[in-house]
């Protein structure tokens, strides 16, 4: 039950990132939106480091798949917010908002800063450091994962989809 909700969710994402949201939202928004990113980082709170880095592994190479980009790019930097997000999640044990926000912010900032690592290493165009693209795709996508993941992880305990084991750990 839970990999088909993590699949849909997955795709929603996917499907909302290339398709809806660019006609719906004014450019300037939407360029450092990543819903993709987002759904990597709420697997990896929820499953952990491992679930993770599966997730943005899947989620990053469908995602470069359907940009017609370099093929990796996205795959490599969600590999990496997976996996710390997963790893902050055991290290901080996120019972706390202010836990939780850390290892969101964690997950995206080290997600955000390999995919420029990424770029520069393909010689691809990217963003300077202290640019206000790449101050926007963090804080946007770290405020935008922190308020959907407490919202899904809502939707998950009263639809069932979470155990009781779970749901007490603070998630």
Known sequence: MRLVYFLILGGAALFAQSTVIPFLLPYWLVSGMDLPLIVVVHVALTRGKVHGMMAGAALGYLQ????????GINGLAKIVGGFSG????EKFFVSSIA???????????FSVL???????????????????????TFMGNALLALASHSLLVRLEGRAGIRREEELSLGD
């Open 86 to 89: 997963g790893y902050l999640r």
């Open 99 to 109: 836990h939780r926000a850390g290892s969101v912010a964690g997950a995206v900032l």
């Open 114 to 136: 390999s995919k420029v690592v990424v770029l520069s290493l393909f010689a691809q165009p990217r963003p300077g450091l202290l640019s206000p693209l790449l101050l926007w």
């Open 64 to 71: 470069d798949a359907m940009s017609g980009g370099v093929i």
